[in-house]
């Protein structure tokens, strides 16, 4: 067996847009890439790479996976020949020996440690050597319920306390400083903490484990903030603090901040929808991840040279992963935090409100491109202009921006608008092509490889929204755990893909369609593909999932008509009761 934790490493090494192009020319639509399947013959492009998701879904055929899959399909391999193919590819060496998966014991433990500090940390901020910590959070506007919720903490001035804590639990020192909690001394050889004298952020991933921490010094010499290195669980460039929480809400737009200290302030005023990177420049990773959830993000930056600096760099990289931007001017406030301390949340929630799109910052590029004084370089300009506000929904912003357009390069509003919903019926037609497509395909794949579909689709429906919304929102599967058994489904499929999520609980594998790599045909991959797409689509909640579990419970519990006729009397008196109370 190949170890999880080496196939995950795989997977970043081999991008998935960059292994398909290889195969499939791919025209680059928003935050997606399309082209010709290659698994079936079409004219119309229906094939549609997710580089947010690395992952692939062809609505013409169905055929649907991560990157694995699609080098088993395309060169027709089995599971562990595409994993070396990969591999070489990317120049790695697979483990010859996979009995036992160091890497992942060691991810256990570290998240198992993380754990153990932030409760530590949490505890030390109300003891007497935390009052300045607490002091200081308290100063900054924070409510104690604030700090709670974020398990904001107290690192204490001394140097082995929280290594103590863990040796005494039984943790080895060369673990600990594998998690970035501790360090070996040069000098004397011994083992000593990381975090001192700071306030502590726990930083949360979307399954609700510790994945690390960022400090803010209060006294003493070192950074002023000080955030965990790279780990084995831990790579800041690909996560995004408090989007664990973010996440829960539904989304049209996530707010981007600078810091922690930003986001928590705007998450008590109300603003839940705030996130910000680690203690690095916004990522393409992070960009990308923002992009599985929202279409929008308005950018919240500071309002000094180097926030601007940061605006301008994060535009761009939203703007590749097809996210739409609007940039927020804070006046008379350096950050969010200092505004809604001065002006309070109504006020900020008009500044969002009123924030400027990226519209204009877009065409002011396409402008910059061309010689717009020449005729050749003003229909070019022009062309690409029209083609970005043929995405805008409102006829009243393309009537508006159109006349602006007509004014800059000379021509009528008539003529661009015309343009405009000319590329609109365009797309249009092939959107519905694909909706078509992808109709057929929902019909033709799951009759064979999900046969209860047809006489239970209530339930085969709940159970495809429980799977998806799983998919998407990983955090809900351990309260799942507990309120509903694989027993309870009614699709044998189904039941497996669910059996194979839960079993991530306890090998802390991260929930992708690669977990559905070895031990599935490549016709079940296309079905776990599909339910991916579709909670993509419909932006299932976790919310999703759970109300989902209840439908499940409560069919399984149904009885057939035959059934019901052969109850006695108090028997159908209990049934009907037991049915009343599971529609509540």
């Not at 929904?393 to 000319?422: H, V």
């Amino acid at each position: 067996m190949i170890p999880q934790s080496f196939i995950e490493e795989l997977k970043m090494n081999c991008d998935i847009e960059s292994v398909i192009s290889s195969y499939v020319q791919l025209r680059k639509r928003g935050r997606i890439s399309t082209g010709l399947c290659p698994f079936h013959s079409e004219k119309t492009g229906s094939f549609t790479v997710y580089p947010e998701s690395q992952s692939f879904y062809c609505f013409g055929c169905g055929a649907g996976g991560d990157v694995i899959g699609f080098i088993r399909r395309i060169e027709n391999l089995e599971y562990v020949e595409a994993i070396k193919f990969l591999a070489q590819r990317a120049g790695m060496n697979v483990p010859e020996d996979a009995a036992e998966d160091k890497t992942a014991i060691l991810k256990t433990k570290i998240l198992e440690m993380n754990r153990e500090a932030a409760r530590f940390y949490f505890s030390e901020l109300t003891k007497p050597n935390g009052k300045a910590a607490l002091d200081y959070l308290l100063g900054r506007g924070l409510l104690p319920k604030t700090i709670k919720h974020f398990g904001l903490g107290y690192a204490p001035n001394e140097w082995t306390a929280l290594t103590d804590l863990l040796a005494s639990k039984g943790y080895r020192y060369e673990d600990m400083e594998a998690a970035q909690l501790s360090r070996k001394s040069n000098k004397s050889g011994r083992y000593y903490d990381v975090f001192r004298d700071r306030v502590m952020f726990p930083i949360i991933d979307l399954r609700g484990n510790v994945i690390g921490f960022g400090g803010r010094k209060m006294s003493g010499d070192g950074p002023k903030y000080y955030n965990s290195p790279d780990t084995p669980v831990f790579k800041k460039t690909k996560n995004l603090f408090a989007l664990n929480f973010a996440k829960k809400q539904k989304l049209d737009h996530l707010i981007l901040c600078e810091g922690y200290m930003d986001v928590i302030a705007m998450h008590q005023a109300g603003f839940t929808e705030a996130v910000a990177s680690l203690g690095t420049s916004l990522t393409s990773d992070q960009c990308r991840l923002a992009s599985s959830y929202v279409e929008e993000a308005v950018l919240a930056y500071d309002s000094d040279e180097a926030g601007q600096k940061a605006t301008k760099r994060a535009v761009s990289l939203l703007d590749e992963v097809g996210i739409r931007t609007r940039v927020l001017t804070i006046p008379d406030a350096k950050d969010p935090d200092e505004y809604i301390k001065k002006f309070g949340g109504t006020r900020f929630k008009k500044l969002i409100e009123q924030s400027a799109g990226s519209t204009e910052y877009e065409l002011s590029k396409i402008s910059a491109k061309y010689d717009t004084d020449s005729p050749e370089g003003k229909i070019l300009a022009l062309k690409e202009a029209v083609n970005l506000l043929s995405g805008m929904r409102n006829p009243l912003e393309r009537e508006i921006w159109a006349a602006k357009l007509a004014r800059d390069y000379g021509t009528t509003k008539e003529g661009i608008l015309s343009q405009i919903q000319s590329k609109i019926k365009r797309k249009a037609k092939a959107e519905n092509a694909r909706a078509i497509s992808g109709q057929s395909v929902s019909s033709t794949t799951f009759a064979g490889a999900v046969p209860e579909k047809l006489k239970n689709p209530a339930a085969a429906a709940a159970e495809e929204r429980l799977l998806g919304s799983v998919m998407r929102n990983p955090d809900v599967l351990s309260t799942l755990s507990t309120e509903l058994s694989s027993e309870n489904f009614t699709c044998e499929l189904y039941r497996l893909f669910y059996e194979k999520l839960l079993s991530t609980l306890s090998t802390k594998a991260e929930i992708s369609l690669t977990l559905f790599g070895e031990d599935f045909t490549l016709e079940q991959q296309n079905i776990i593909a599909r339910l991916a797409h579709l909670a993509r689509e419909h932006q299932y909640s976790s919310e999703d999932a759970l109300e989902a579990a209840k439908t499940i419970l409560r069919l399984k519990d149904k009885k057939s008509d035959k059934e019901i006729a052969e109850l006695s009397g108090s028997e159908l008196a209990a049934y009907i009761e037991k049915m009343r109370k599971a529609k509540k």
